[in-house]
C-alpha cells in the first residue's frame, strides 16, 4: 500500500510538472495588429522568467519523475510569440538521437555571367561582396569525396576567400584603396584580365570600439550531429577570449520557441559565457523567425552607441516551424537593419543545409555569410578576421565600370551573379550594398576582349556591325572605374573614380593576379568549364603552385590539394561508363 501511494504521489508531481514546469512554453496570445511591433519587443523582455537556483532544483526533480514514468503530455498548439528562459539542461533531458533525413541542402539558382558587348551595354555595375561560405562550404564536399553541385560554387566567394595583399590606404580620410591590374588572360592571350582590388584600413583589437554581440544559436533537432551543435560551440569558445570588460554578450537559443540562455553580459566574464555555451544542447523543430526576434531584442536592450552591434546567427539554415517563408525572414532583417544592428550568419553542418537562405539574410541584414567546417576555420572567421567581421567602416560600396568601346569589344564579369545592380542603382543613396570592415579585402575580375583581337565570342550583327562611332571615346582609356561608399552613420555616398589605361596592361603579372585567375578558372571547371578555353586542369593547377607565394596559414597549398580533388571527382564524372560484353 505505501509503494501504491508513493507511485500516486510521484505520478501527480510528474503531472504537475507537465502543466507548470519552466521548460513547457508558456504562450503568449496573438498581438492585435503589426502595428505593435515595437511595443511587443518590450514585452518580450518583460514575460522572460529567470530561474533561480532553488528554482531549477525542483525542475529537475519533476523532470526525473517525468522521465520515470514515460508520462507524455499531450502536444500544446504553437503560439504566434512563445519565449522562454532557457532551462539547465540535465542527464534526464539529453537530447534524443535524430536520424539525419535524405539530402536536402538548398542553393540558390543562378547563371553565369554572360558576355557583353561594349558598344551595346558599356556599363557594369554590381555591389561588393565579403562572404567566403561558398568556398568552405564545397571544400567540405571535396573532402568527403563528393563533387558539388554546380549552383554551391559562386566565383566570388571562391576569389574572396583568399588575401592578395592589396596595398592599404594611406590613411583614415578615406576608408579604403582602390587599385588594379591588368594583363593578358592565362586561358586566351588575346583576350585580358582586369583585377579590381580594394583594402580597407586595419585597427588594432585592443582599439576597437564597444562591441554588443547576440549569439543566435540554433539547438534544434537538426543541429545534433558533430559538425553542427558541437563545432559551433567550440567555434564560439573560440570568440570568447577576445572579448573585453566593455563588451556586452547575449545568447539566444531557438528550437520550437526562443529562449535567453543568457542576458546581456559584460565580455570579460569569459567562465560565464563558456559555461552558458557549455551547457546547449540539441532537440526539438526550429521556429527561427521567434528566434530572430528575440535576438534583436536583446541587441536593443544592450546597444552600444557608437560601438558595434551585431546579431551572430548560427545554423544549419532548416528554419521548419513559425515564420518560415524566406520573404518574411528577409522583410524582418531587413527592418532591423536600419536601427544599426547588423547580421552576420554562420552556416554548419550538412544534408539539410540551406545555403540560400543563409547567404540571402546576411546580405539583407548588412552583414557577412561564412560557412564552418572545421575548427580551424572556426579561428580564421572569430578570430583572425574578427575585426573585418566587426567592424565595419564602409557601408553600402557600389562598383561601375564604364568601358570604352573604342577599346574594348566584349567584357564579362567573374561572379557576383546575385550582386548585380541596375545602372541607376549606382547613384541611389537608398539601395542597399555590401559593407566592408577593417582590414578586409575586395577582389573582382572582369574579362575583356580588345577591339580588332580576333578574340570575339559573341557573333557579328546582321543589321549593324557593333562598333563605336568613330572619335567616340578616348582610346588612351580602357575603362573608368567608379566607386560609391557611404561612411558609417551617413545616409549620403562619397565617390571615388580613376580611369584604366590601355598603357597599364603587363606581361608579367604579380603573384596575387595569376593566383586569382586559377581560382576563378577552378570555380569554373567545378560548374562546368564553359568560360576558360581550353586551359586545362593541369595549367590551372601549375599556375596556383607557382604563384602561391608568402602563405602564412597553408590556406593557397590547401587550395592546391583541394584542385587535385576536384579534377579527380570531374573525371571520375566525366568518365564513359563501360559496357558489359554478352
Known amino acids: 500500500m505505501q509503494s501504491r501511494h508513493l507511485s500516486f504521489s510521484l505520478l501527480a508531481i510528474a503531472v504537475l510538472a507537465g502543466c507548470h514546469s519552466s521548460p513547457t512554453v508558456t504562450e503568449s ?11 511587443a519587443d518590450a514585452a518580450v523582455l518583460e514575460r522572460i522568467q529567470v530561474t533561480s537556483s532553488r528554482e ?42 535524430w536520424s539525419q533525413p535524405a539530402n536536402t541542402e538548398k542553393y540558390a539558382s543562378r547563371d553565369d555571367n554572360p558576355v557583353h558587348r561594349a558598344s551595346e551595354q558599356p556599363v557594369s555595375t554590381f555591389s561588393i561582396d565579403v562572404d567566403t561560405g561558398s568556398y568552405s562550404n564545397v571544400r567540405r564536399m571535396l573532402r568527403q569525396g563528393v563533387r558539388p553541385p554546380a549552383d554551391a560554387v559562386r566565383a566570388e566567394e571562391f576569389i574572396n576567400y583568399f588575401d592578395y595583399r592589396h ?31 580594394i583594402k580597407g584600413y586595419d585597427v588594432p583589437k585592443s582599439t576597437l570600439p564597444p562591441a554588443n554581440l547576440v549569439f543566435l544559436i540554433d539547438t534544434s533537432g537538426s543541429m545534433d550531429s558533430p559538425d553542427k551543435l558541437p563545432l559551433l560551440k567550440q567555434a564560439f569558445s573560440l570568440l570568447v577570449p577576445q572579448l573585453r570588460q566593455q563588451d556586452r554578450v547575449s545568447i539566444v537559443v531557438y528550437a520550437g520557441s526562443a529562449g535567453l540562455v543568457l542576458p546581456p553580459t559584460p565580455g570579460d566574464r569569459h567562465d560565464d559565457i563558456l559555461a ?7 532537440g526539438g523543430s526550429t521556429n527561427g523567425g521567434d528566434g530572430i526576434r528575440l535576438a534583436y531584442s536583446m541587441a536593443k536592450q544592450a546597444f552600444a552607441k557608437d560601438g558595434v552591434n551585431r546579431v551572430i ?18 522583410t524582418l532583417v531587413a527592418d532591423q537593419r536600419k536601427s544599426g544592428i547588423a547580421l552576420t550568419t554562420l552556416g554548419f553542418g550538412q544534408g539539410n543545409y540551406n545555403d540560400q537562405l543563409a547567404e540571402r539574410l546576411a546580405d539583407v541584414g548588412d552583414g557577412n555569410h561564412a560557412y564552418i567546417d572545421t575548427p580551424q576555420e572556426a579561428r580564421k572567421v572569430l ?15 557600389k562598383i561601375q565600370i564604364e568601358f570604352n568601346p573604342s577599346a574594348v ?20 543613396d537608398k539601395v542597399d550594398a555590401g559593407d566592408i570592415g577593417a582590414g578586409h579585402e575586395v577582389t573582382a575580375l572582369y574579362e575583356i576582349t580588345p577591339v580588332n583581337s580576333g578574340a570575339d565570342r559573341l557573333p557579328p550583327l546582321r543589321y549593324g556591325d557593333g562598333k563605336a562611332p568613330a572619335g567616340s571615346g578616348n582610346t588612351d582609356e ?3 572605374l567608379r566607386l560609391r561608399y557611404k561612411l558609417p552613420g551617413q545616409d549620403s555616398s562619397k565617390l571615388i573614380q580613376a580611369p584604366i589605361l590601355r598603357s597599364s596592361l603587363t606581361r608579367n603579372p604579380g603573384d596575387a593576379l595569376r593566383f586569382a585567375s586559377a581560382v576563378a578558372a577552378y570555380a569554373d571547371l567545378l560548374r562546368g568549364g564553359s568560360h576558360i578555353d581550353q586551359w586545362s586542369w593541369d595549367e590551372v593547377i601549375d599556375t596556383a603552385r607557382r604563384a602561391q607565394g608568402s602563405d602564412r596559414f597553408g590556406l593557397r597549398r590547401e587550395f592546391v590539394e583541394l584542385m587535385e580533388q576536384g579534377r579527380q571527382m570531374v573525371a571520375r564524372d566525366n568518365a564513359t561508363p563501360a559496357i558489359a560484353e554478352k
Do not use: C
Not at 496570445?29 to 511595443?39: D, I, L, V
Not at 519533476?62 to 503560439?79: F, G, S
Open 383 to 397: 578570430v583572425d578576421e574578427m575585426q573585418a567581421t566587426l567592424l565595419t567602416i564602409a557601408r553600402d560600396v
Open 276 to 282: 552558458a555555451l557549455d551547457r546547449l544542447q540539441a
Open 29 to 39: 496570445p496573438a498581438s492585435a495588429s503589426e502595428a505593435a511591433a515595437a511595443a
Open 56 to 97: 531549477r532544483t525542483e525542475q529537475k526533480a519533476l523532470v526525473r519523475a517525468q522521465d520515470a514514468y514515460a508520462l507524455t503530455a499531450p502536444a500544446a498548439p504553437p503560439a504566434p510569440m512563445a519565449y522562454r528562459m532557457a532551462p539547465q539542461p540535465t542527464a534526464a533531458m539529453a537530447a534524443p538521437q
Open 409 to 428: 569589344s566584349e567584357y564579362r564579369l567573374i561572379g557576383y551573379e546575385n550582386r548585380l545592380l541596375k545602372r541607376e542603382d549606382f547613384a541611389n
Open 167 to 197: 596595398p592599404q590606404p594611406l590613411d583614415r580620410k578615406q576608408p579604403f584603396r582602390v587599385t588594379t591590374e591588368l594583363a593578358p588572360a592565362p586561358w586566351n592571350a588575346q583576350r585580358q584580365l582586369l583585377m579590381i582590388g
Open 478 to 480: 580602357l575603362a573608368h
Open 313 to 330: 546567427l548560427a545554423t544549419d539554415g532548416d528554419f521548419n516551424v513559425g515564420t518560415i517563408g524566406q520573404d518574411a525572414l528577409e
